[in-house]
């Protein structure tokens, strides 16, 4: 029998997560509004009742939480394991196999997702209103025998997969929230699949029903795993055609996804036994690695790169509105 998929087992209040082994806790999250966002963007600060898609249950302060977690930079190491999740739904593997370019031009790919999220949690709502649109187009395209991007329950697992991922960076490195924070979050993340005409329904109304809902998913889908998935699945770890200078992140990835994906996953895509001593060591070397190098960032780096991130999903505002076509 597969092992039990729990990738936030302390998503419970009453079960703590064990200390990280840190003397300092890591830098609180910043904002995702940089000293040059006004002038970039007309609406530089909405609130949820302007977004489109807005939760039910949303708050001024859960869809803050939600900007801050999407402006912190170590949030985007969760992305590895997210797609590796994601992948290992049938739909979605199809899918991906047939039409994805990310062998190929998987930085392109990446900012693409940076720029639906940051549009979402930062955009004007005819910013949000482009992406929006031009997301929904290219899934238009993506459908065939046995899938269709559209499908609602695969924007939910997209969905979900995102933010239990992130969650579990979170923990790992340190971060805190408490039961109501994550509550919020939780119910702010469902709006990346509303907007993609997921019915509000379909979501998780509370943490535990999320954690059940995910692991039964994760759970079948490791046992059942199609060829494409473990195809690009292997892909995504071995395959991606990088630049010579960001070709030594793929190995620290695979290190770190071993430890972090299920054993039925972690299988399916050939990674290997987490629990070797050769394994253990260079999980722990990675974590303090990257814990380190966010803890030393200044915050004039993380607001230039969060300014970048905006200018960017402006200009493939820009370029949508003119060409119709992604700038990047």
Not at 115 to 125: K, N, P
Not at 165 to 177: A, D, E, L, N, Y
Not at 189 to 196: D, I, Q, S, Y
Not at 219 to 225: K, M, R, Y
């Amino acid at each position: 029998m597969a092992a039990k998929m729990s990738l936030c087992p302390h998503i419970h209040p009453e079960t703590k997560a064990p200390p990280p082994s840190f003397a300092i806790q890591p830098p609180a999250l910043p904002s995702l509004q940089p000293a040059s966002f006004k002038a970039d963007n007309p609406n530089p600060s909405p609130t949820p009742d302007e977004i489109i898609f807005t939760p039910p249950n949303s708050t001024s302060e859960s869809f803050a939480l939600l900007r801050a977690t999407s402006a912190d930079l170590l949030t985007w190491t969760s992305s590895p394991l997210a797609v590796l999740l994601q992948i290992a739904h049938p739909t979605i593997a199809r899918g991906t196999c047939v039409h994805s370019r990310v062998a190929k031009a998987p930085i392109s790919r990446l900012l693409r997702t940076i720029v639906f999220i940051t549009a979402i949690c930062a955009g004007a709502l005819s910013q949000q209103d482009t992406i929006i649109r031009a997301v929904k187009r290219q899934h238009a395209r993506v459908r065939g025998k046995g899938y269709d991007a559209r499908d609602a329950e695969a924007q939910k697992w997209t969905a979900a997969t995102t933010f239990m991922s992130v969650i579990k960076c979170q923990r790992t490195f340190g971060r805190r929230m408490g039961k109501q924070e994550m509550e919020g979050l939780m119910s702010e993340f469902g709006r990346f699949a509303a907007c993609l005409d997921m019915p509000w329904e379909l979501w998780p109304e509370s943490l535990e029903e999320m954690e059940v809902y995910f692991e039964k998913e994760a759970e079948t889908f490791g046992i059942e795993i199609q060829d494409e998935g473990r195809r690009m699945g292997r892909v995504v770890l071995w395959g991606m055609e990088l630049p010579w200078w960001l070709r030594w992140v793929m190995p620290v990835v695979r290190v770190v996804v071993a430890n972090w994906l299920p054993d039925n996953l972690r299988e399916a895509y050939g990674l290997a036994d987490p629990n070797g001593w050769g394994m253990r060591m260079g999980y722990w070397l990675a974590v303090w690695a990257i814990w380190l190098v966010d803890l030393m960032t200044p915050g004039l780096a993380r607001d230039l790169a969060n300014a970048w991130l905006v200018r960017l999903m402006v200009r493939s505002v820009e370029g949508l509105e003119k060409t119709g076509r992604w700038v990047i």
